[in-house]
């Protein structure tokens, strides 16, 4: 990835002494990095993130955007981001599974999570998701190729929520999407059949597209979340 070793250097000379660290996570750092469908995401943090601190790297951060078309970096003081862990848990444990430390120290050393906070906010996300994902069925349920990219574009979203309730319950998250499903319909109760079209998608192939499957599969994940001791 040279334009991300590019970027690195660059924001690095343009921080200074204000760098933190700089982590790439996600699918790069997963090892399933899909450059037609995943983005590099990158977490940022600087001693200050005040406004004369950032302005350096707005150029830089700008042409990340525009010309790599990559989102831009998650940027946190350091005092945020230890003060994150409660509201931030699902987000940390998710980026500690998978990342690689570009500049500085590893954020993640010594940085804890509770169980509760942990399960606090995945409960709520879990929840959020489900009410915008069947919002989202019945204004594409007409469209079928809106309707397919739904499918596609949310089980990212979930697979970050299935790793955060395997970790919860004690299990290791695969890496592979395909295998993490494999896990959370096994835990959870629901048939692996219903993620096929996402799967598949992915995978670079096609399927069958089960989106009734898929919206009850969602629904009993977010009742077996109400109902875990």
């Known amino acids: 990835m040279t334009q991300l ?9 343009a921080t200074g002494d204000n760098l933190v660290s700089l982590v790439l996570y996600g699918a790069a750092a997963r090892g399933n990095y899909d450059p037609k469908r995943s983005d590099v995401n990158l977490l940022l943090i600087v001693r200050d993130a005040g406004p004369e601190a950032l302005q350096p790297l707005g150029g830089l951060v700008g042409r990340w955007t525009k010309k790599a078309g990559q989102p831009p970096p998650l940027i ?60 989202e069925f019945a204004a594409t349920e007409a469209d079928g190729r809106a309707l397919g990219d739904l499918l596609e574009t949310s089980a990212g979203t979930f697979f970050v929520l299935f790793r955060a309730l395997l970790r919860l319950k004690g299990t290791v998250p695969a890496r592979k999407a395909d295998e993490l499903v494999a896990q959370t319909a ?44």
């Open 5 to 13: 070793d590019e970027l690195a250097a660059e924001l690095d000379r």
């Open 76 to 135: 946190f003081s350091e005092a945020e981001w230890l003060a994150s862990t409660d509201v931030f848990a699902m987000e940390i444990e998710d980026m500690r599974q998978a990342h690689r430390v570009l500049r500085g120290a590893d954020p993640f050393a010594g940085l804890e999570t509770s169980p509760a906070d942990l399960r606090t906010e995945l409960e709520r996300e879990a929840r959020g998701k489900l009410l915008q994902l069947r919002s």
């Open 186 to 229: 096994t835990l959870v109760g629901f048939g692996q059949d219903a993620f096929q079209w996402p799967l598949a998608r992915l995978a670079g192939h096609s399927a069958r597209r089960l989106e009734a499957q898929y919206l009850s599969a969602i629904a009993r994940f977010v009742t077996f979340m109400d109902e875990m001791d």
